[in-house]
Antibody, heavy 115, light 110 residues
Framework: QVQLVESGGGVVQPGNSLRLSCAAS????????MQWVRQAPGKGLEWVSV????????YYADSVKGRFTISRDQAKKTLSLQMNSLRVEDTALYYC????????WGQGATVTVSS | QSALTQPASVSGSPGQSITISCTGS?????????VSWHQQHPGKAPKLLIY???KRPSGVTNRFSGSKSANMASLTISGLQAEDEAEYYC??????????FGPGTKVTVL
C-alpha cells in the first residue's frame, strides 16, 4: 500500500542541524511532487517546502528559506529535509506529504529545538 | 505568505449540515483552483477530504463537498455525524509557487 515513513527527528540545541528523511513505498515516487508540512505542539498546520517530481524545482516558506533544503533521491525513493540553524520555533511534528494535492501523509517525525 | 482565514469553530447537531469558510486573496484562492481540505483527528495525521476545490479522493464520503467563489472557498459537511468532530484545514497553492494553510476550524457535534 502507499506509505510514507519519516525518520531522523530528535532533540537539538538552537543553531544546530538535523536531517529528516522520508521513505516512500507503494507508488511511483519519481512521478510525484513531494512536500514537508509541520505542526507545532497544539498549533495548526504550516507548509514548509515542496520539490517537483523531477527534483528540479524547490520552494520554501519564508520562515525556513535559507536555512532548510529539500531534496530527493529517486533511486532510493527517499525525500529529505536538511535543517540548519535551527530555532526554538522550528519545534514541531514534521510530516512528509505526497503530491501537490497532499493526498498521502506520513505519521510525522518530531523535532525539538531546545537549550 | 499570508495565511488563509477560517472560523475558529463551527458546531451542529447530528444530521444537520454545516459550512466552513476559507478566505484568501487574489494571490491564492482567487487565482487557482488548487484548494484542498484536510480533516485531522487528535493525535492523527491529516486526511485529504477535498482537492482542486470540489474533487473527492476515492473512499471519502460524499457528505463532504467543496466549492469556491472569488477569494473564498467553502467545505460543507452534510448529515453531520459524531465521527466528523475534528479539526478542518483548508490550503491553497499561491502565486509564489508555494502553499498556504488556514488556521484550522474545530467542528463540534452537539
Amino acid at each position: 500500500q502507499v506509505q510514507l515513513v519519516e525518520s531522523g527527528g530528535g532533540v537539538v540545541q538552537p543553531g544546530n542541524s538535523l536531517r529528516l528523511s522520508c521513505a516512500a513505498s507503494g507508488f511511483t515516487f519519481s512521478s510525484y511532487a513531494m512536500q514537508w508540512v509541520r505542526q507545532a505542539p497544539g498549533k495548526g498546520l504550516e507548509w514548509v517546502s515542496v520539490i517537483s517530481y523531477d527534483g528540479n524545482n524547490q520552494y520554501y516558506a519564508d520562515s525556513v528559506k535559507g536555512r532548510f533544503t529539500i531534496s530527493r533521491d529517486q533511486a532510493k525513493k527517499t525525500l529529505s529535509l536538511q535543517m540548519n540553524s535551527l530555532r526554538v520555533e522550528d519545534t514541531a511534528l514534521y510530516y512528509c506529504v505526497r503530491d501537490d494535492d497532499m493526498d498521502v501523509w506520513g505519521q510525522g517525525a518530531t523535532v525539538t529545538v531546545s537549550s | 505568505q499570508s495565511a488563509l482565514t477560517q472560523p475558529a469553530s463551527v458546531s451542529g447537531s447530528p444530521g444537520q449540515s454545516i459550512t466552513i469558510s476559507c478566505t484568501g486573496s487574489s494571490n491564492d484562492i482567487g487565482t487557482y483552483n488548487y484548494v484542498s481540505w484536510h480533516q485531522q483527528h487528535p493525535g492523527k495525521a491529516p486526511k485529504l477530504l477535498i482537492y482542486e476545490v470540489t474533487k473527492r479522493p476515492s473512499g471519502v464520503t460524499n457528505r463532504f463537498s467543496g466549492s469556491k467563489s472569488a477569494n473564498m472557498a467553502s467545505l460543507t459537511i452534510s448529515g453531520l455525524q459524531a465521527e466528523d468532530e475534528a479539526e478542518y484545514y483548508c490550503s491553497s497553492y499561491t502565486t509564489s509557487s508555494t502553499y498556504v494553510f488556514g488556521p484550522g476550524t474545530k467542528v463540534t457535534v452537539l
